[in-house]
């Protein structure tokens, strides 16, 4: 047995260590108490600065706060609710809900989400959980006029969801529509329904309201390939083959192996490249490469229509611009066949008519285009010009004197002259009736080559107008048929060499 004096030693070196433990408790404590009260104060700090900004507008920055909050005290009800508001004002709704429903879950009474909740899940088509949650909210306040109509809604939408399939499967698409109105009017984030309705609007022919009711889909689903995909070949038969070749991108962004994004995306490119190409080529006046170029077009997609007329459109722009007049009209005439309301191309054959002189067709052609498309300043100009042309042609054509085309240039003009010249000089007759008739035609033909080498004359010819009509002649008084200037001759006497240059 140890002695008295050592066993009382043990027992006062064993209360000293429990004294020093129960003083570290305490200090620990304290030390536990004041972070917690800091860290409730941070938490409370983050919760106004978010309230504030919420407040001004401010989402982003408010968002952020919330989230430090939620990180601060994750067993807070509050913090979670007011980050899904957050979320609800920056039309985040799916990422609102996981914060509901963990609201929910710390307070299962909290009736403010609960009813929140439900009126995302009804947006969302999801009927049967949305119509729990307003009962929830019923049973706990039975005056809840939002909870009752939002019920109401909830049952609505079944009725008209089941009637708007039952309509479809007998491809009433005109009545299923009808239906699928108030379906999508109170589940406007249901991807099932648009993409319903979507479908019965392409039974029924209305491109662009599929459109518009399949586009909201891709950001309703999280891989929405299909709409990706449908969009960009809807798009692509519309002949707005830039926006389909953006949607298949976004196909491809979410898997750049799907084979059938693959697939349409090479089609679309290729046909995006051609006619990038072939546009390229009349900017740059290369007219014969860009007609190669929209052939290409009509061999790469030989079923899509409008991508025939937009090709055969061009190409006959194209042949107008060069000097196949024949095939031009040919090209301009077929692509009218195939869209006759189409006024660039009357436009374009209206020049092709005008280069061939026949000016009654071009005039037909410019009013008809004018129709079509009054405000179009070209084909004003161009049916002016037609017309005094026309006009012209009934008095003096000095392209058809020296029998020369419109585009024909300086030294085809020079050249058509002196074998007209050397052919009607007066010296070349011998009586007096067939000298008077040379000069007459010799007159002609120098005037003509006299305006047709001069650009401004020429440029006047070309719209319309006679240089050499008395008429056009500020303050001529006279009106003699051809100015003096033009009659190389003295009265009578024709027995001289002219010049022919």
Excluded at 18 to 47: F, N, Y
Excluded at 367 to 384: C, R, S, V
Excluded at 435 to 449: G, T
């Amino acid at each position: 047995m140890p002695p008295a004096a050592d066993m009382e030693r043990a027992r006062r070196g064993l209360s000293g260590v429990l004294s020093s433990l129960s003083l570290l408790c305490v200090i620990l404590d304290l030390q536990l108490d004041v972070t917690m009260a800091a860290g409730q104060a941070e938490v409370e700090s983050h919760l106004e600065m978010g309230r504030k900004l919420l407040a001004a507008g401010q989402l982003a920055e408010a968002l952020s706060h919330y989230h430090s909050a939620v990180d601060g005290d994750p067993k807070n009800y509050l913090t979670y609710y007011k980050r899904a508001t957050v979320y609800l004002a920056m039309g985040k709704f799916r990422s609102a809900l996981p914060d509901l429903s963990k609201a929910i879950e710390l307070k299962p009474d909290f009736l403010a989400a609960r009813l929140q909740r439900g009126n995302i899940l009804l947006k969302q088509g999801n009927t049967d959980e949305a119509k729990e949650d307003f009962r929830m909210v019923l049973m706990n306040s039975p005056a809840n006029e939002e909870a009752k109509s939002q019920l109401e809604r909830a049952h609505d939408v079944e009725v008209h969801r089941e009637e708007a399939w039952g309509a479809y499967q007998r491809e009433d698409y005109v009545g299923a529509v009808s239906w699928l109105e108030k379906v999508v009017e109170y589940s406007p984030w249901d991807p099932s329904m648009r993409e319903l309705r979507s479908e019965c609007h392409l039974q029924n022919g209305d491109l662009t309201k599929a459109i518009q009711d399949l586009k909201p889909t891709t950001k309703l689903r999280n891989d929405n390939r299909a709409a990706f995909l449908k969009l960009s070949k809807l798009y692509y038969i519309m002949g707005e083959h830039e926006e389909s070749l953006s949607q298949v991108r976004e196909c491809l962004k979410l898997d750049q192996d799907d084979k059938e994004c693959h697939s349409h995306y090479k089609l679309v490119k290729k046909l995006c490249r051609q006619l990038e190409s072939a546009e390229e080529m009349v900017r740059d006046h290369r007219y014969e490469a860009a007609v190669e170029k929209f052939e290409a077009v009509i061999k790469t997609e030989p079923d899509v229509e409008i991508y025939r007329k937009r090709a055969k459109e061009r190409i006959c722009h194209c042949l107008s611009k060069s000097q196949h007049t024949e095939a031009a009209i040919k090209m301009c005439t077929e692509a009218l066949q195939r869209d006759p309301h189409n006024p660039h191309v009357l436009k374009d054959r209206a020049e092709v008519y005008i280069l061939n002189e026949d000016y009654e067709k071009a005039v037909e052609d410019f009013q008809q285009a004018k129709e079509l498309d009054g405000d179009n300043e070209e084909i004003n100009q161009g049916l002016e010009r037609a017309q005094k042309l026309l006009k012209q042609s009934r008095k003096r054509d000095y392209y058809k004197i020296l029998g020369v085309k419109r585009n024909a240039n300086k030294q085809e003009v020079i050249k058509a002259y002196r074998k007209l010249a050397q052919q009607w000089h007066p010296d070349n007759f011998q009586s007096e009736e067939d000298k008077r008739e040379a000069e007459k035609k010799f007159i002609d033909i120098a005037a003509a080559k006299e305006v047709l080498t001069d650009p401004e004359m020429r440029q006047k010819v070309d719209a319309g107008e006679d240089p050499l009509d008395p008429e056009n002649q500020q303050g001529s008084g006279h009106h003699q048929q051809w100015p003096f200037e033009f009659n190389p001759f003295s009265s009578g006497n024709f027995h001289f060499k002219f010049n022919f240059n």
